[in-house]
């Protein structure tokens, strides 16, 4: 039985309290949260755990063996690397980190120690990413030639990190678990419509050595919500739309052909095109929470390394912090540096 | 009765005699292609029309009051301009020139014969566009916020010309006419997935002078077909989905206030989010290019200056051009010159 | 203070103890259930709450006020009947009673004793159907003209009752809140794919007196799940698509208006259609459960008459005692006795 | 070379006109219409074609093989009958005549003379209901369960002929091509919002030898255009949406199965639910039109039976008879006689 405390119980919190709550071998013994009605709130759901407004209390528990944490990113190192020192494995809310060197020591100190350090990549879990890792690993697609995210809604505006921070960071984590290579160059661009506040409207495209490119267009500030990503390969393409009830997945057996030229058509090039058959599989039903929560959990208890372990969050934050240069530069491209050859 | 004679008889070309055909005043006495196969097909067409393969007979032809231009774009200032110095007016297709010394030739070659230079922006004879800049020039939308647009399909691929010109094109044709303001710098990333060929996938964002943003996503590799611009204000949103059959314009009543802090909620931003109605105008149906060719035949006759005019056309191939340099370097923006203030 | 005892803990029951427990002026005090496993869920959310497997032990709780019936519909009067004698307000699931004479003498129990006796038609306490009766009661709509709906999916095949009293009986208390008249006349058809077992695939036609007609479509045999329905009007049209996270309410400006003939067009009828804007007036969104069980305490505790009340209830079993009637004879039409003008 | 006369050149006329001039091995002769003006316009178009208002005229030709009719249907039976007599070919627009004494009649007609009558039941000739077909008579549909389409639009209202006559003609059509049995029921219940006119909304239910259902819903007073069949199968269930631009038909691989019941569940009916992939064949994409005219032509030139002769044109308005009576009675079922077993 693992016991776990969770730090932060304001919007995503709840969602991990009852997924541990609802693990058979994990029990939420602690909560702590700066607002005594978002405690009460807990108290009330879960008269057993108990409470707190200070996670230093929390983290020096002894009765705790992991540490959940769900707050505003900024706090993330001071906690993660508190709850690491105190000997606790740390499974801590996407953005790992404020910073890749922050992410690079909490992943050294987690090394050190010999503890799990996993972030909330929460997408990766999901029946719909695993199916489209599943038909980029065994070939299906093809060779992969572009990955572009559609991630737009009205609100909610953050005052600590831009809209890629909070929206892409979703496309990195799953770009990262699902594609064979890493970006080795990034273009942003964006814009800010409340004066002195993050960008709340971004594009970011991403190069990689060879024919692939990425991009994701991420706004606080659209009309209607839009989840749409499209991973086109040389065999095959997919459309994921995250906010179809069933049939996220759609799979096209279309794409194109190269042709030597033809004296007849001089006008057009000799690119042949290939449409058939949709096909839309079956995906796993089970909340990407639940499966992330068991996956931690038996990270712990066995110590597997985690899907999404603290390299995955390095290499994510490493590609915001490009992309708010980049950004801050009208899209002059910044290069990645140390990718490690997948 | 205006005269006119079409040269290009492939993909748009049929669409022009036909719209041409069909107004009262106006009259195709002579159509040009280079292929005999096309030439036959619109004589079977048009039994009355006189076919040619050579342009320049069709251009010398005093029979013929205006020339209409719909050849692959590397042809379009030749013929333009041997049209012009032949006293005939011009409707050419987009994008007017290959660059924009062509354009600004053309502009002035026609500038001093007092002929009229129109280019084929077909979208700005929409109904649906029409309707989105009533909404922007009453203050309806309220400050325009961005521009964002995503025109993609599979195939067909260009030999001569990258994506940007192919499908973007339409879009800065569309901003053109219903924007305030014009984009002073460019940034664009894009990539050739066959080897030696143009861009067959590409974004591009425009900046403004001023909290305003514009973005184009183009595409020849797409598995599905998606026609939709989004174009923000700080009174209304509006959707503009060019696939729909009808409601192809939908503005909502939402957007953001901002709001003082408050104490009790530091986590969050103080912008407010005001969700409303939705809205779909009917629009008006007749044929854009039907609207486009009337059009044209009342500038030949009265001396109108077209809303489309070389000054449009020189503007939007600015762009391109800006768009092709940052493409080549990876997003490095670029800067606009010689833009008019508005 | 209302004290409320809940009969039923199986799928809906755990929502109606939810809405009533997030009542200020209500308080969920007993559970009753036949399955243990469900009395434990119970009692594992709500600690406080006594729970029972002999719903006569709850409805004899003197502490009780009144009591929430959500059991299987061969239960309902035997449950109600109880608890009315008992001096207990009732709430009962939907449809009220298996029989319209089963109804009747709930109501009179109620009335007897100058109880509440209202019917969870859950459907009129949402902002969709409150919005459509607003424009029909404001004449926005003009003449109502038709009532269509269809309500189907895959599964759950009911093993007590056919498909209409599982799903139609949606429509038919949507239709006795909103329509200015009540059917005279029905004719059903349908069929059961599972020997021995009730319709799972049905049709309802009802008549009313003038020129209006209504439709349901019910299924648990179809590959997608649709809940659409559309309202005809003289001046304006309506259609409601429940599975729609926003816009649920589209209403079309437009129909027909009748022209004398013309000498023109004698090969087709002079009947002009118009068609203008669509608009999707956006809608309250409290949850309907939280609307009705507001609404109930209300009733308990002012003497107000309930929206859904038993004659509401007993109208929609009318309706469905004929539809079944009607189903067995192939379609043969069964008239609607005892309908009261409104 | 086959040489055809075309009767009527109001809607459907000219699309007949353009397919048959398009085939290499018939030729359209002549065309006749009441209306001068329509004349003018196929002259217009056509200019090899001769003209005439006198369709006696046109029958009598000797250089003419075969007759085309697309008149309102009430001249169907006298214009077949004079073109048979006069032994020409015919094919004749839907529904194949007024009355099933009229449709028998031409079917003898055409027997005794050896020639061939077809009738345009065009949706048999499109990609989407070819490939449903095809899963039904390969038996991966499994059992048909049911049949069920919606066909609504607002307009065109005729003057002759009720919505089950105008539209649900053609689900009559598809059924008679893809179903393994005939109704022998028919119960149907309808109204007409115009007095004095034919039913503008109408619901059509048929019922066959066994488990199997259908039902069609007509109208011409619906905001929004729906074209959508659902057909169900014990293995597989189809959604045919003849709106969707590409993927017109999706296979669903879900469906029920019967299990022995369970004591734990006493509550829901032992039905088993399976859902499963789902898969959206690539169709043919030919014009169904030019695929029935070559198939006409084939016909005529061979003595190949055609796929829709008159036997089915006979069967649909049996069925469109019993309807009508059916909806004289609020829903009355009528049997379907003299149905040959399949």
Not at 35 to 57: F, I, M
Not at 157 to 180: C, G, K, R, T, Y
Not at 221 to 241: C, E, H, N, Q, Y
Not at 304 to 332: F, Y
Request: aromatic letters at 8%; glycine letters at 6%; a negative charge.
């Amino acid at each position: 039985m693992i016991r776990i405390g969770v730090i932060g119980y304001g919007y995503w919190g709840p969602n991990l309290v009852r997924n541990f709550a609802d693990r058979p071998n994990a029990q939420v013994i602690v909560v702590a949260d700066l607002r005594p009605e978002r405690l009460a709130e807990a108290q009330r759901r879960y008269p057993a755990v108990r409470v707190t407004v200070d996670a230093s209390d929390l983290i020096a528990d002894p009765a705790v063996d992991a540490v959940v944490i769900a707050t505003p990113v900024a706090l993330h190192f001071d906690l993660a690397t508190a709850a690491l020192r105190a000997g606790k494995h740390v499974l801590v809310e996407k953005p790992i980190a404020s910073t890749s060197d922050e992410a690079s020591r909490l992943i050294d100190e987690a090394a050190r120690r010999r503890l799990v350090l996993m972030v909330d990549h929460t997408f990766i879990y999901t029946g719909a990413v695993r199916k489209m890792r599943e038909l980029v690993t065994t070939g299906e697609l093809g060779d992969v030639y572009y990955y572009d995210s559609v991630r737009i809604n009205l609100g909610l505006f953050q005052h600590d990190v831009d809209v890629l921070w909070d929206l892409a960071v979703h496309d990195l984590s799953i770009m990262d678990f699902i594609l064979p290579q890493r970006p080795i160059r990034v273009s942003a661009t964006g814009l800010a419509h409340v004066p002195g506040k993050p960008e709340n409207i971004a594009y970011m495209t991403m190069f990689f050595d060879g024919p692939m490119i990425a991009h994701v267009h991420a706004s606080w500030l659209a009309p209607v919500k839009v989840r749409r990503t499209l991973l086109g390969g040389s065999r095959r393409m997919i459309v994921f739309d995250d906010l179809e009830a069933s049939e996220k997945i759609r799979v096209y057996d279309s794409g194109i052909s190269v042709d030597p030229p033809s004296p007849e058509n001089v006008y057009q090039m000799h690119v042949g095109y290939r449409t058939g058959d949709m096909w839309a599989p079956k995906l796993a039903v089970s909340e990407a929470l639940a499966v992330e929560a068991a996956h931690f959990v038996e990270c712990v208890t066995d110590g597997t390394r985690p899907q999404s372990d603290g390299e995955a969050g390095l290499r994510v934050v490493r590609l915001l912090e490009a992309a708010s240069a980049s950004m801050q530069n009208h899209g002059r491209p910044v290069s990645i540096h140390g990718v490690a050859a997948r």
